[in-house]
Nanobody
Framework: VQLQASGGGLVQAGGSLRLSCAAS????????MFWFRQAPGKERDFVAR????????GHADSVQGRFTISRDNAENTVYLQMSSLKPEDTAVYYC????????????????WGKGTQVTVSS
């Protein structure tokens, strides 16, 4: 499975962006999809996840109420709608997938895409 993230860019604080992640093949073996982010000098952090079959979601406390993960099964694509962006949201954002329930539940995906840069100016 190849994952390609897009939609990053430069935005002012308070603005919005929508990230997309397209899977190269229909993810029959995909249990769930994720968004992670990594700010300069920091570890990669969990942002959001979505159960591919059920559509149930989870979001990190730091983005709850501002970011929303969603998916389009027909297009094999997962999205991250980001609103009320803050300078501390500046990071490289990565999409990832998990092939098992255990990996999904533990936020430990086994496939990663290349990141897309999001920069929020104050």
């Amino acid at each position: 499975v190849q994952l390609q993230a897009s939609g990053g860019g430069l935005v002012q604080a308070g603005g919005s962006l929508r990230l997309s992640c397209a899977a190269s093949v229909r993810p029959f073996s995909t249990y769930g999809m994720f968004w992670f982010r990594q700010a300069p000098g920091k570890e990669r952090d969990f942002v959001a996840r979505i159960d591919w079959r059920l559509g149930s979601t989870g979001h990190a406390d730091s983005v709850q109420g501002r970011f929303t993960i969603s998916r389009d099964n027909a297009e094999n694509t997962v999205y991250l709608q980001m609103s009320s962006l803050k300078p501390e949201d500046t990071a490289v954002y990565y999409c990832a997938s998990a092939t098992t329930r255990a990996r999904y539940a533990s936020n430990n995906p086994d496939y990663w895409g290349k990141g897309t840069q999001v920069t929020v100016s104050s």
